[in-house]
């Protein structure tokens, strides 16, 4: 993995995804939709990771299901906001948009940027795209604040 800058916030992100691509110290769920995903950059704001869609991400079809797209969306942009605020956040308001399907085994590749903060929310923007072509599977945005 590629990492650009060198301060706590940052640090823990990376070891938080390391440890949720493993499954330690998470939730099954987050376990199970994280699993062998690959960090390629990560920096202040920013990441780029690579995923091979798992068979138990399956919709009855065989295409990636749409919960665990969500679910990977709201935690990578958890993980970005994290880098950039060095605070755990919640999120108040996330949009997920669908564009094409993806199947089992297929690899995508997902980038999540920070692209505005105010008070003390948050807001990532989270792409999902076919690697190779580039083709846009899913978009995330969402907001972002504190928790309680």
């Keep these: 993995m590629r ?11 990376i070891k938080m995804l390391e440890r949720t691509s493993k499954g ?5 769920l987050e376990a199970i939709t994280f699993q062998g995903i690959q960090a390629v950059e990560l920096r202040t704001g920013f990441l780029r990771c690579y995923f091979v869609i798992p ?13 665990a797209i969500a679910t990977l969306i709201d935690g990578l942009g958890a993980l970005t ?7 755990s956040k919640a999120s108040v308001d996330l949009t997920i948009s669908l564009y094409y399907s993806a199947k089992i085994q297929e690899e995508v590749e997902i980038e999540a940027k920070v692209v505005g903060s105010r008070g003390k929310l948050t807001s990532v923007l989270v792409e999902v795209k076919r690697k190779g072509n580039g083709e846009l599977i899913a978009l995330g945005k969402n ?4 928790k309680l």
């Design 81 to 87: 906001v994290n880098s950039f605020t060095g605070k």
């Design 143 to 146: 907001w972002m604040t504190s």
């Design 55 to 67: 068979i138990h991400a399956a919709d009855q079809d065989g295409n990636w299901h749409a919960g």
């Design 3 to 13: 990492m650009k800058e060198d301060d706590d916030a940052l640090q823990a992100s």
């Design 24 to 28: 330690v110290e998470c939730s099954e």
